[in-house]
């Protein structure tokens, strides 16, 4: 961590009561998020077990690609299931993540398993996730599994250039544009050709 804050169960739920009743009265919840969340699975289920029990709406926001750590028990205090799928195709994912996709994969199918909500983050970014038959491939598995209440199709932005810069990474999209209106159109449609609501 270079500039975080190390936190404990009880900080975080200090946090939360600062919010709570704006939480009830506006029907919000807690999301836990990252960078990736479950790499600190324990914590993470922890954290969740807590929220949990002061009634509040929880929510997981992951790439799925560690969902082998989440154990049954973190996915009860789970009420939605946010799940970046960044590609169908594999060599396009190991493009865009340096990872594989099947874990991920394996991890709807397991939210599938449990009936757990999940709504579907799709990233739109130009001459790298926009293939036709790369979205029809996620539109294709995500319209089977029976739990996808809804696809965000969202536009790649460049709002995470400085973080890289203060981080000393390359940042190897800098060059590439924000997806058209009609991209993005065209991108909604596929998922929704699949019975899936997108937006």
């Given amino acids: 961590m270079r500039d975080g804050q190390p936190m404990t169960v009880a900080a975080v739920l200090a946090e939360l009561a600062k919010y ?31 929220v949990k029990e002061r009634d509040v709406h929880t929510a997981l926001d992951t790439s799925g690609s560690l969902g082998s750590s989440a154990s049954n028990a973190l996915l009860a205090d789970v009420d939605l299931v946010l799940l970046d799928i960044k590609s169908w195709d594999p060599a396009t994912y190991r493009r865009v993540t340096s ?13 599938a398993d ?22 029809d491939g996620v539109a294709q598995f995500a319209g089977v599994l029976g739990n996808v209440e809804r ?5 790649f932005h460049h709002m995470g250039l400085e973080k890289y810069q203060q981080l000393g990474i390359d940042y190897p999209i800098a060059d590439v544009r924000p997806p058209s209106a009609a991209l993005i159109d065209r991108i909604r449609e596929q998922f929704q050709s699949r019975g899936l609501s997108a937006y």
């Fill in 20 to 50: 709570e009743r704006f939480i009830r009265v506006a029907g919000g919840g807690f999301t836990v998020s990252g960078g990736e969340p479950l790499t600190q699975a324990d914590f993470v289920g922890l954290l969740l077990h807590a």
């Fill in 114 to 135: 449990l009936g757990k909500p999940v709504w579907i983050r799709y990233v739109v970014v130009p001459g790298w996730t926009d293939d036709v038959a790369n979205v």
């Fill in 151 to 155: 696809v965000d199709v969202l536009p």
């Fill in 99 to 111: 990872g594989d996709i099947a874990p991920t994969l394996r991890f709807a199918r397991r939210l």
